[in-house]
């Protein structure tokens, strides 16, 4: 296991009853393995219904597996020396992907490579057949190919899916020191060759896989592997750290001091989680099912320990969503430390010191003396602000020394100086909605507003909405700055020129963010949430009348949609009773932009 510590664990009793090998039970092989996974998933199942942890789970079905693959590897092996002289007869049997990885669930694919020092001979061939066809017969989807070390790395100097299946290679029988020569040629002739290209390639891959299963943490119906914050960007991070770093397990960057000891730990407290999540979603669907659907969820919330009903189901999403959320963040520092730096640049870019203890390099901004925060916490925020201006990202090990300093924010997040520096990143003329975003990711928006971590995982009942609420929210104001920045010049023209006039807008930012705040708390949500709004506009700093712009939006952001959905448009009265409610042309103007961001956030291509 190279994602997590390899936990202790029991094995499953099914691999006692593996019969010693004799060379008789080839021709047996097929029944021999059904016989044997059936065992194994019968008691996967029990453990599992009984409260086993993912990790405890995976593991122990990962070495079932293996018990398993060699038992039929030994027994082809003793069945062909039994009919032929076995002179120099030479196979290695790797696993590869997933089960490389170490990490099986009950209806993961495997992939095994069989490798031999020069040609392809009947010997190897006998160790192919036995072993793939028990597998085909037991149930098993097995990917496959025979090949020698040359042929490894000339396939995967040339061909990115077979490199990144290489880079994940477990040795699991047969010929140990052919597979060390193969370990040792690998790590030599491929996986140091271009690694600019490499990295570029996989994350042009994860770029495409995440428009593909899903641009967010935050779908209703997640994809547990292929989506953002799914296993997959763990794997893409594990690659690139294998090229960048040459360890072998997440656990290595710790000795490299590349990240912190309690980020791999709450790394796997994550993956214990998740793994449970795919271990019940695999025995649900009796087959490989990675996308969470809302009648799965209504089904594991129970059997994972969530109560029976509604609240159960949100709990469990909550749960998952938090563990997603530690994948995605875990995931996007590793890949970060991997490309930040550029070894054979002629000079490093320039230095600018922008106050004291921060600076800009590149494109990274570096908090260089913790002391900053804790002299003036309200810097916590103002870094956010001072990378918006300059168009950076922070820095991973800035990005970890915020995540330490949320508490020290949490205790003076009353000072006007940090409710100033919100709204400094809200008044900016761009990049409003990644800095926020990124605040999120961090729980830095929630620390400065606590009302915000209510939403935080939050399931919108209804049929439209694909995010949580928390998410959509920011989504909204992604939208506002799509606006703002002429996307929808052609298309929307009169809708884009408001947005581009409209007086004050963090106004309506603010709006946006917290329309729906006052969700959660039983009926009437809008009017809970101006009041709300109020609160949080007196905390930051505003002014009544600012404060009073805020909790208009909230009050009245479904009055244009209502009307327009469910009333009659050419009814007098209506028309004049919507303009003494609105009051002034600029709640007017706001209002009809936070309608528009309000449904094109509800999910693509709306």
Known sequence: MVLARTPVFTPLAAVTTLPAVTGEAAKRAGQIARDYLTRAHAELRARQDAGEGGLVLVAAYTDAVDHLVRFLNAEAAASYASRYARINQRCAVVGLGGYGRGELNPASDIDLLFLYPWKVNPYVETIAEVILYALWDAGLTVGHALRNIRECGRLAARDLKVKTALLDARYLDGDEVLYAEFEGKMFEEVWGQNPTAFFKEKLAENTERHARAGDSVYLLQPQLKEGQGGLRDLHTALWMAKVKFKVRSFRELVTLGQIAERDVLELEEALDFLWRIRNALH????????????????????????????????????????????????????????????????????????????????????????????????????????????????????????????????????????????????????????????????????????????????IAHDPFHIYTVDHHSLMGVRELERLRAGEFAKTLPHVTQVMREVERPELLFLGMMFHDVGKGHGHDHSGRGARMMHDIATRLGLNEDEGAACEFLVRHHLLMSHLAQRRDMHDDQLVIDFCRTVGTLENLHRLYLLTYADMRAVGPGV
């Not at 949100?314 to 430390?337: D, H, K, L, P």
């Not at 103002?382 to 800035?398: D, I, K, M």
């Not at 970890?400 to 003329?429: M, N, Q, T, Y």
Request: include cysteine; proline fraction near 5%; charge should be neutral.
């Open 283 to 458: 025995q649900a669907s009796d087959r490989h099912q990675d996308l969470l659907t809302f009648e799965l969820q209504e089904r594991l919330a129970p059997a994972l320990g969530f109560a029976d009903e509604r609240d159960g189901v949100e709990a469990f999403m909550r749960a998952y969503y938090s563990r997603a959320a530690v994948v995605n963040r875990f995931s996007e520092a590793v890949i970060a430390r991997c490309v930040q730096a550029e070894p054979y640049r002629r000079s490093a870019p320039t230095v600018r010191v922008i106050r004291p203890g921060i600076r800009v390099q590149g494109r990274t901004l570096s908090v260089v003396n913790g002391g900053v925060f804790e002299r003036d916490p309200a810097a916590v925020v103002q870094v956010f602000a001072e990378a918006q201006r300059h168009g950076v990202t922070l820095a991973p090990a800035t990005r970890e020394l915020i995540r330490e300093c949320l508490p020290l924010l949490a205790a003076h997040r009353e000072r006007p100086a940090v409710g100033a520096a919100f709204l400094d990143i809200l008044r900016a003329k761009g990049h409003v909605d990644e800095t926020l975003f990124e605040m999120h990711k961090l729980g830095v928006l929630k620390t400065v507003i606590p009302e915000f971590g209510h939403l935080d995982c939050l």
